[in-house]
């Protein structure tokens, strides 16, 4: 078995994205190249394992940056969004040998490392463990978008009067037309983080570059033809709809829901263009009271537990990052 890393031919690496049960965009050559576009703001890796069966699992992330050195030293951190992908038959050696690759290539640059799955990784536990990584309990919500009645059907009575009310006082959908708009629906976004979220967000040349790669789409809420909300969905062509960062003028246009209408933009897009899941991308903990979970909940998705997968490389400055999270979002 051989290691790679930053070196995977491009060919096999599409072909395993486009066979592997666990692929999602963010393990795709198009997204690293994406990260990769974005020096500012992380350092990305790729890493993969190849055997004589060819390519049998991409690792694909990246290390956050910040402007500032000290604080950059504090909150360096890798994330493998969506975790790792794998050939279906992927054996516990390989993906042991292939974590095992990634923490010692990222202990020296961050942190912690963690991987967000989308997937069920609990077939492969053992190895994620030999590998150094700790299982984290983490809540997720999947739309199925195959039938467009059905997913319908499966919207919270509150949900379906929202929506129907923001359209008969003329709330709409419309892809992003500009880098105006991005401006525009960033402006709402940075303003979500600073208020409520209270963690980094990306600066807006991030969102205008991902605009410009057309790798996801933009979908924006409307109103006499000014921008109120919006959503950044990245798409897995053929298979699934993500959402990435989302948000609406809640406060500034209430009765048009502009943060419903931007969720339900992203799962009708899925439902319109043939992709068969839309993926919220995380739900919190279990057991502990998040607001954000019951605003996905009423959407009508299923509930999973796909986890996280966590090794942390210093201790003492992961507690003191910890803590300073935790200050941060009083």
């Not at 929202?162 to 105006?180: C, D, H, N, P, V």
Request: proline share 3%.
């Amino acid at each position: 078995m051989q290691i790679l890393c930053g070196h995977i031919d491009r060919a096999e690496w599409s072909r395993l994205v486009a066979e592997s049960t666990t692929a999602t965009w963010f393990q795709t050559p198009e997204a690293y190249d994406f990260y990769a576009s974005q020096p500012d703001v992380m350092s990305p890796f790729s890493l993969g394992i190849r055997s004589a069966q060819g390519l049998r699992g991409v690792c694909v992330g990246y290390v956050t940056r910040e402007r500032s050195a000290f604080r950059q030293f504090f909150t360096r951190r890798a994330i493998i969004i969506g975790g790792p992908c794998l050939a279906n038959d992927c054996t516990d050696e390989e993906l042991e040998k292939l974590m095992s690759a990634a923490r010692t290539y990222l202990q020296r640059r961050a942190i912690y490392t963690e991987t967000r799955n989308f997937h069920d990784y609990s077939r492969w536990r053992k190895a994620f463990e030999q590998a150094g990584f700790a299982y984290r309990p983490h809540l997720n919500y999947q739309v199925d978008c195959t039938d467009v009645e059905a997913m319908e059907n499966g919207l919270s009575e509150n949900r379906k009067r929202q929506i129907k009310r923001a359209r008969q006082l003329g709330a709409y959908i419309e892809a992003a037309q500009s880098e105006q708009d991005i401006q525009a629906w960033y402006a709402i976004l940075a303003d979500l983080y600073k208020t409520k979220v209270k963690t980094p967000l990306f600066p807006l040349s991030f969102f205008v570059a991902l605009y410009h790669r057309r790798s996801a789409e933009f979908l924006m809420v409307k109103h006499e033809g000014k921008i109120i909300g919006g959503i950044l969905c990245p798409v897995l062509a053929g298979r699934c709809v993500y959402e990435w960062f989302v948000c609406g003028d809640d406060a500034g246009y209430k009765a048009l829901c502009p943060s419903v209408m931007a969720t339900y933009a992203g799962i009708r897009y899925a439902c319109a263009n043939g992709l068969s899941r839309f993926d919220f991308m995380g739900a919190g903990t279990p057991g502990e009271a998040y607001g954000v979970r019951d605003f996905k909940a009423r959407f009508g998705g299923q509930e999973v537990e796909h986890g996280r997968w966590l090794c942390v490389h210093k201790p003492a400055l992961y507690k003191i990052g910890e803590t300073g999270v935790r200050i941060l979002r009083r």
